[in-house]
């Protein structure tokens, strides 16, 4: 299982001796196929799943670019160390896309294996390396073992600084900047990037998966406007560490956000992105970079496994849409036909019922539908707003009787009395009401 979803890295360096079998050419050590899991634990709850090699071929994971240095030096420090990570991981693919544009893996002083090859991320022997149980992981020949992505790959390019490329800007000013868009992607984006493929929530600090993913395009757009105009790397002319770390999640991104455009929200690649980042990946994705290449053919292969599982086929918005008809209620959110707004957020309306009941009887409706046609279709993907229409519904229904009682209703269905199939919660007070009702 790896933390695609995570930006936890693992990286062991082996005790001294000969150097393990390199990740060219080969499928990952004791790699479960696809739909198992290597440690038990679901990716989208901040585990990612262990995919075996999607790439296996030569072509795929030979060696890195031109313009590398080897000093015998700087390579013997690190000689038979082990990344343990999987292909999909987009946490790991940041380490891997240096060590491959460091040719580290073909000089043979650095390989790539499955965490299934120390008994999965939760096993006793991984844990003692790993508390988190996390991916990526590196162990150096001595038997340090380091994790968290961001750690690993600081690692890498401190540890073989005199090997090209440095992934360091030549400035200060630079250097700070490629540290900003790294800690913005990490923080910002990496925290919430669970929405675009687990099944339920929560997505970071979001229950809703529609504001989580409103939030990380936000983000998206953030990083754009950090990135340098000049390219063709994020921060100008020279690769850096924040090109290593974004690379892998707009990997991500690009496969799965267009799989949650709805009406309203068609998919816009530069609305998306921003023209600076879309510069930028045409360059990375151009053969420029060979290691960038390498790491995509190795994700998209894994995501491609992904698909045709139908990991998204039940999650909502994406595989799952709401395709009922529009109501009356939508018509009332969207102004077209007026009504008596008793209160109104982000999340919902309350407005008066045209044929009340009681002399208070409210309304209160969620302004995105998103499939509660009825109660009975709710998931843990309503939890968050099934839980806000009740506060909302408890706080109006207070503030219109005071100290007297209310009645909260919801009806499921026409034989239960339900007439617009959009839920909405009758808050009825104001009158003495009896039991049972009608």
């Known amino acids: ?111 790539v294996e499955s965490p299934a090859a120390l008994g999965g991320l939760k096993s006793p022997e991984y844990l003692a390396l790993n508390p988190q149980g996390k991916m990526p992981l590196l162990v150096l020949p001595g038997g340090q073992a380091i994790y968290e992505s961001d750690t690993i790959a600081r690692y890498l390019i401190d540890a073989y600084s005199d090997v090209a490329p440095s992934f360091v800007p030549a400035t200060p000013e630079v250097r700070a900047l490629d540290n900003l868009i790294a800690r913005v992607h990490d923080v910002y984006l990496v925290a ?126 994406a595989g799952r849409q709401d395709t009922a008809e529009r109501t009356i209620f939508d018509k009332i959110i969207s102004r077209d036909i007026p009504s008596k707004v008793v209160y109104e957020d982000d999340r919902c309306i309350v407005f008066k019922d045209v044929n009340p009941t009681a002399p208070v009887h409210m309304l209160v409706i969620p302004k995105r539908r998103e499939g509660l046609t009825q109660l009975r279709h709710s998931a843990m993907d309503h939890e968050y707003i099934l839980g806000h229409l009740l506060r909302v519904a408890g706080e109006q229904g207070k503030a219109a009787v005071g100290e007297g009682g209310f009645r909260i209703v919801i009806n499921d269905g026409a034989e239960a009395g339900q007439t617009v199939f959009h839920l909405h919660v009758h808050v009825i007070g104001g009158r003495p009401l009896t039991w049972p009702p009608g």
């Not at 979803?5 to 062991?12: H, M, T």
């Not at 990135?227 to 690379?247: C, K, M, Q, R, V």
């Open 192 to 317: 919430l990037q669970a929405c675009m493929f687990k099944a339920a929530p929560p997505f970071g600090t979001f229950q809703s998966r529609w504001e989580a993913l409103a939030e990380l395009r936000r983000q998206v757009r953030v990083i754009d406007g950090l990135a340098a105009e000049e390219g063709p790397f994020l921060t100008g002319g020279e690769i850096g560490h924040s090109d290593a770390a974004l690379f892998p999640t707009m990997v991500f991104m690009r496969d799965m956000l267009p799989r949650y455009m709805q009406p309203g929200w068609e998919w816009n690649e530069e609305e998306a992105f921003g023209p600076k980042l879309l510069r930028w990946w045409a360059h990375m994705t151009s053969g420029a970079v060979p290691a960038a290449t390498r790491v995509l053919d190795e994700m998209q292969g894994a995501l491609q496994k992904w698909e045709a599982s139908g990991r998204w086929n039940n999650i909502l918005h």
């Open 1 to 111: 299982a790896a933390a695609a979803a995570g930006a936890c890295a693992l990286l062991l360096l082996p005790a001294a001796g000969p150097p393990e079998p390199s990740f060219a050419g080969l499928p990952l050590r004791g790699a479960p196929g696809p739909g198992h899991r290597a440690a038990g634990r679901d990716l989208g709850s901040g585990r990612s799943e262990s995919l075996d090699h999607p790439c296996a071929s030569r072509a795929c994971i030979g060696a890195a670019g031109p313009g590398r240095q080897e000093r015998g030096t700087s390579l013997r420090r690190a000689a038979g160390a082990v990344l343990y990570d999987v292909p999909v991981s987009n946490s790991g693919a940041r380490a891997r896309l240096i060590l491959y544009a460091k040719g580290l893996d073909a000089a043979g002083k650095l390989s």
